[in-house]
């Protein structure tokens, strides 16, 4: 090394690139817990010889060994890992929100805790008629457990309605939070974007010399990472260290201005969700938003709105205990003969046999006085359905004596609810024949099913997200071992270099302060 000032220009350089390098190496120690942190690295070049800054033209040989210099500090990020996890992030999102619904749609139409379900509800209907035509079909104890048990059916069909209303309003209250959230998400990146271009282009001291807003960066992969979550994200990095950002086909983030997402809650139960700039509704493919829209507005086969869908969803189950509730007073209804004041049955006009209202629909009366009745010339579901005002009033309405028929009609209410019975269960867009008890076992064994396969869609995702995101790991998080082994080589090199620089310095005191001086 020359004895000369450029010795220890070079040398210079190299202590100042040694110290940064242990700055940067601390900097990563000490963030190694740090979410989204991503670990850094000087970026070095060796100085290139050059005439061009002399005031003479020479020989650039002389001007070789310059040294090291630094040109910023990086993160090790790998852009194609970073899309990969944030495609199927997006499918984890999706199915982790469909299983959560289907979750709760099991736990309101439970029918695994013994005495609370419609299944326990047959049960105890079949016992009570069982017993009231077994030599008790004029007993008004036994007639009074009859309507008893019928009572307690509509009451379990009404706080099934009532839990899936439930359910409804709290995934949609959550959506609404989400999209929120979202909304916030879209705004903070476009802020960091406007943070980001400007500190990019003054932290440029010189050219090829380039300082990143690397912590800044961290926040917003941070933001991405999430966003992924809640949708198809499509994220284009921008020259002036922006990024441009698609969700489901449509421009979200670009520069310093972002998109906002409208939420609506509609007249039939469902919900969209629009963008602001044009009012469009949203065309979702993946992610959390779409889970949560396709289980509030699932209605599966029985789909007839344009923005209901055809998933299994909130709508679907809701129609299905509707039709247990309308199938169940259309088959009861109509096996209980009326008798006139000599004991014949009543028959009408064409003949036909008129039959006890036992069941019916609650309404508000129309003659102003706010009173309820029952009816049957409404639409019966699973919140209105109740026992006939004629029964609620006298439990031994449901008595039928014809000379020794007095137990037939109990034993076909029985019959009515039990195996011996395929009834034909109609909705929209499906039609079931059996049993009560197997239309019941149907629709559990279908949101358990759609809960299985969502549940293994999930954890398959999410399996090849973890793998994605370990292998991410490997290149952008900090690494103990390595991080030491670095602070030890730039430490050395620190040493080594002042070394040199303490060389250098007896070197030119000789130079300058004793040469001459032999020979005195």
């Given at each position: 090394m020359r004895p000369t000032f450029l010795g220890f220009e070079t040398a210079r350089r190299g202590l100042m690139v040694s110290q940064k390098g242990l700055d940067i190496t601390g900097q990563n120690l000490t963030n190694v817990k740090t979410p989204g942190y991503t670990r850094q690295r000087i970026d070095l070049y060796a100085v290139a010889p050059s005439s061009y800054q002399s005031r003479y033209a020479t020989n650039r040989t002389p001007l070789a060994g310059q040294g090291v210099d630094a040109s910023g500090v990086s993160q090790t990020r790998?852009?194609?890992?970073?899309?990969?996890?944030?495609?199927?992030y997006g499918d984890v999102g999706y199915y982790d929100q469909v299983s959560s619904v289907l979750g709760d749609i099991e736990s309101a139409l439970d029918e695994y805790d013994a005495g609370t379900g419609l299944l326990n509800a047959i049960t105890e209907i079949n016992k009570a008629l069982n017993n009231f035509s077994n030599s008790n079909a004029d007993s008004k104890t036994h007639a009074n457990i009859v309507a008893s048990a019928f009572k307690n059916i509509t009451q379990v069909l009404h706080q099934f309605d009532t839990k899936l209303n439930n359910v409804a309003e709290q995934q949609k209250t959550d959506l609404e939070l989400a999209v929120n959230d979202v909304n916030g998400m879209l705004?903070?990146?476009?802020?960091?974007?406007?943070?980001i271009s400007e500190d990019a282009s003054a932290s440029a001291t010189s050219p090829g010399?380039?300082?990143g807003p690397n912590e800044l960066l961290d926040e917003r992969n941070l933001l991405l990472d999430e966003l992924s979550r809640c949708g198809d994200l499509d994220v284009t990095q921008n020259a002036d260290g922006t990024v441009t950002l698609n969700m489901n086909g449509h421009t979200v983030v670009e520069g310093k201005k972002a998109e906002s997402i409208n939420f609506f809650r509609n007249s039939n139960g469902t919900v969209t969700l629009a963008w602001q700039s044009d009012g469009k509704a949203i065309e979702l493919t993946k992610?959390?938003?779409?889970?949560?829209?396709?289980?509030?507005?699932?209605?599966g086969v029985n789909a007839r709105a344009s923005n209901e869908t055809v998933q299994n969803g909130?709508?679907?189950?809701?129609?299905?205990?509707?039709t247990f509730a309308s199938t169940l007073v259309q088959t009861i209804n109509h096996i209980l003969p009326k008798t006139d004041a000599s004991g014949e049955i009543e028959k009408d006009a064409s003949g036909n046999i008129v039959y006890k209202t036992l069941l019916a629909g609650n309404t508000q009366a129309v003659d102003g006085s706010g009173k309820f009745i029952t009816s049957t010339d409404i639409p019966i579901t699973a919140s209105n359905i109740?026992?006939?005002?004629?029964?609620?009033?006298?439990?031994?309405y449901v008595i039928f004596r014809e000379g020794d028929k007095?137990?037939?009609y109990a034993i076909a209410m029985s019959k009515a609810l039990t195996n011996d019975s395929q009834i034909a269960f109609t909705s929209a867009g499906e039609?079931?024949?059996?049993?009560?008890?197997?239309?019941?076992?149907?629709?559990?064994?279908?949101?358990?099913?759609?809960?299985?396969?969502?549940?293994?869609?999930?954890?398959?995702?999410?399996?090849?997200?973890?793998?994605?995101l370990d292998r991410r790991d490997q290149i952008s998080a900090v690494e103990p071992d390595e991080e030491t082994t670095n602070m030890m080589l730039y430490q050395k090199s620190y040493q080594a270099i002042a070394r040199l620089m303490t060389t250098l310095d007896e070197a030119l005191d000789v130079l300058i302060n004793r040469t001459g001086l032999v020979g005195r």
């Open positions: 790998d852009s194609f890992l970073d899309k990969r996890f944030r495609d199927e705004e903070k990146v476009a802020a960091l974007n406007r943070t010399e380039y300082y992610g959390s938003l779409k889970g949560a829209t396709d289980m509030i507005n699932g209605r909130i709508l679907y189950f809701k129609d299905k205990i509707n109740s026992l006939s005002d004629e029964w609620a009033k006298d439990s031994s007095d137990s037939t039609r079931f024949t059996g049993t009560f008890s197997d239309f019941v076992k149907d629709y559990v064994g279908t949101y358990g099913t759609d809960k299985a396969f969502n549940d293994g869609r999930m954890n398959a995702a999410a399996s090849i997200a973890d793998s994605l």
